[in-house]
């Protein structure tokens, strides 16, 4: 339902851009959001993206992610900036409201 891709290893200060497609669902009908847990920490909320593309941040994150959606492709995007050490962490998206079955998640470490 849901397949997370994008990530891998970077060094502190690089980017990445994480794409989350959702081939067989109604995707263009529901807000979207990327979450991310690190190990030993529970899921955190990091973007979320409204049906009209509003968006929100964690604090964290303000200012160095951006997150966007193509209905077109089914398709949620994440883009990183200056990737700190503590953005490492499996990053997942899902709906926030009518949740899907997590998918396997993409890692991202951030590391010197």
């Known amino acids: 339902q849901l397949v997370e891709s994008g990530g891998g290893l970077v060094q502190p200060g690089g980017s990445l851009r994480l794409s989350c497609a959702q081939p067989?669902?109604?995707?263009?009908?529901?807000?979207m959001a990327w979450y991310r847990q690190a190990p030993g920490n529970q899921r955190e909320l990091v973007a979320s993206?409204?049906?009209?593309?509003?968006?929100d941040y964690a604090d964290s994150v303000k200012g160095r992610f951006a997150i966007s959606r193509d209905n077109a492709k089914k398709t949620l995007y994440l883009q990183m900036l200056n990737l700190k050490a503590e953005d490492t962490a499996v990053y997942y998206c899902?709906?926030?409201?009518?949740?899907?079955?997590w998918g396997q998640g993409t890692q991202v470490t951030v590391s010197s």
């Open positions: 899902n709906r926030p409201l009518r949740p899907l079955r």
């Open positions: 067989g669902g109604a995707f263009s009908a529901y807000d």
């Open positions: 993206i409204t049906i009209s593309e509003g968006t």
